[in-house]
């Protein structure tokens, strides 16, 4: 067996915590080899360290959403679901054999398939449930006890209620999302003094959400002088199909300023700019005044540094579907959830803005929520205990 370790993550944002904590072994201990296999998206975040990545990497329409809608199930059904699952599970039964651990990071899906199928020690870094949304259930409690040594879940009071149900392996020790968040030094060439961060998400709802964002920002722009907007996407993300799904008044536009910025769209009309960058998620929440967030895993972290966030359901016009709903749950009053609509979010924004106190109780909500990082250090020492 190999000094090394599995990570099998769920998304976009699981990508980034995963980094966050191979970083720390890499830190810690040199010679440990990582293997790392994105089972939703195209897993691009791993390319940026030093690891192996498995998998055909196949992007699934539902982008992994899929508890509660059936809808997305049967798209991913057609489009290969049950081979790319096999695929998966046949590397992680490889891979983990020539591993001294296995890690998952997610919901329950990653920790169903290294349970039935790792063959090595497993540790579970349960990022998708809070007592605060909703507890784990029995089955999940099971899971827990039964196959991972140990469980590290995302605040105490989650931690607290699952050993008191018999998880005494359960743990919290601070939150490996905030330590996603080093900043690269990336000056975005905008002003700071009202620079919105605008995040799209990682999923095909993106290209569902940025019509209204895109009408917000138009809004926005013309009622504060000097305002600026940069968006940080993933590669995966289209971004002349992005612009498209835009109103006319809007125009992609190659980048010119400097070497990270990967495209822009104007609207000659109210005359606002959208920059976008695949990189610099920290420096851009640091600076930000506001996030406008359709994302999962950002979304939470801008709240954790104490921005507000406003966001709206990317399937309805009119009320939350579950996903949206649970995030609210999660995040309290740190975020700001509307009707799907450019004037309802461009209204919130300006009120949020015009009102100390509530920008004050947003953002000391956030940073309560989410809690302090330093987990990720933890959690890569109680992996390479395994050893």
């Known amino acids: 067996m190999e000094k090394a370790v599995l990570f099998v993550s769920n998304g976009y944002g699981e990508d980034s915590i995963a980094l966050s904590i191979l970083r720390e072994i890499k830190l810690q201990s040199p010679d440990v080899k990582i293997y790392a296999l994105p089972i939703v998206g195209n897993g691009g975040s791993y390319e940026t360290e030093d690891c192996e990545i498995l998998g055909p990497r196949t992007a699934m329409p539902s982008g992994g959403v899929i508890p509660g ?3 997305n199930l049967k798209k991913d059904l057609s489009s290969g679901l049950i081979k790319l699952t096999l695929t998966q599970i046949g590397l992680i039964k490889k891979y983990s054999k020539l591993s001294f651990a296995s890690v998952s ?3 329950i899906y990653p920790a169903i398939l290294l349970s039935f199928f790792a063959k090595n020690s497993r540790i579970m870094i349960a990022t998708a449930k ?4 909703s507890p784990h259930n029995k089955f999940e409690e099971f899971m827990m006890k039964t196959f991972f040594k140990k469980v590290f879940v ?3 009071p989650t931690a607290e209620h699952l050993r008191k149900h018999g998880v005494s392996n359960a743990l919290y020790v601070g939150n490996a999302m905030m330590d996603c968040l080093e900043p690269e030094g990336i000056d975005f060439k905008v002003n700071k003094e009202n620079l919105f961060a605008v995040l799209p998400g990682s999923r095909k709802s993106a290209f569902l959400d940025m019509p209204v964002i895109a009408e917000a920002i138009s809004i926005i722009s013309s009622k504060i002088d000097d305002s600026s907007f940069v968006a940080v996407v993933p590669k995966s993300i289209d971004l002349n199909e992005l612009v498209k799904v ?4 809007w125009q992609f536009e190659e980048p010119k300023e400097d070497d990270f910025c990967v495209g822009k769209m104007s609207n000659k009309k109210h005359g606002a700019i959208v920059k976008f960058y695949n990189r610099g998620m920290a420096d851009l929440l640091r600076n930000c005044k506001l996030v406008i967030g359709q994302a999962g895993t950002a979304n939470e972290q801008a709240t954790g540094l104490g921005k507000p ?3 709206f359901d990317s399937f309805s016009d009119d009320k939350m579907g579950w996903y949206r709903k649970r995030q609210k749950c999660l995040l309290g009053e740190a975020v700001a959830v509307v009707k799907k609509n450019p004037s309802e979010v461009s209204d919130m924004v300006f009120k949020i803005l015009n009102d ?4 004050k109780k947003m953002a000391e909500e ?3 929520r989410l809690g302090l990082p330093g987990g990720a250090q933890k959690m890569a020492e109680a992996i390479l205990s395994l050893k």
């Open 69 to 71: 809608n059936f809808g």
């Open 105 to 107: 990071i997610g919901d």
């Open 130 to 133: 809070s007592n605060y949304v």
């Open 154 to 156: 995302r605040d105490e």
């Open 246 to 249: 835009c109103s006319d008044d």
């Open 309 to 311: 966030v406003v966001a």
């Open 356 to 359: 100390s106190e509530l920008y």
């Open 366 to 368: 956030g940073k309560n």
